[in-house]
């Protein structure tokens, strides 16, 4: 159990991740325990990678590819249901990149393991709202990530 949690604290911090991993499989199309998210913060924008844990898991690494073409496409166009459908609310930073969606763009690229989506911008209020979105996912994924730049 997390230091200064207390154990009805923990079962309903269990509760919410076992929730969010279940929508997230629907959302995104592969199994959210034999992957790794990470949301990296860039000083024009930032990333978010997903790779398979097990290098030999060539279907979740199409999976990854299909799920995260398919939110590059959506993210350009203003569209953040799969974020929605997966943490069950509107992520931090999400109507100010809707508004923005003009002066931000999104990238796919594979990895080894997987892909990202590079999220860049030249507009300041768009790189706070970027890095809003990030944190948040960092957060709700607890995937001890910097949330500060990366370099």
Do not use: C, W
Not at 70 to 84: E, T, V, Y
Not at 101 to 120: H, K, L, N, Q, W
Request: glycine share 8%.
């Amino acid at each position: 159990m997390p230091p200064g949690m207390s154990h009805e604290e923990h079962l309903a911090q269990m509760k919410k991740e076992a929730e969010m991993n279940e929508r997230g499989a629907r959302a995104m199309g592969f199994d959210q325990n034999a992957v790794a998210h990470h949301f990296l913060l860039a000083a024009d924008g930032g990333a978010i990678r997903v790779d398979v844990k097990d290098k030999t898991d060539a279907a979740n690494r199409e999976a990854i590819r299909r799920h995260l073409r398919q939110i590059a496409a959506a993210f350009s166009a203003g569209d953040f249901a799969a974020p929605l459908l997966t943490h069950g609310e509107p992520p931090d930073g999400v109507p100010e990149l809707q508004r923005l969606a003009s002066a931000v763009t999104y990238t796919f690229e594979t990895t080894p393991e997987g892909g990202r989506v590079r999220i860049r911008t030249a507009n300041a209020d768009a790189v706070a709202a970027i890095h809003a979105f990030l944190r948040y996912q960092i957060r709700e994924h607890r995937t001890g990530d910097p949330l500060t730049l990366s370099r």
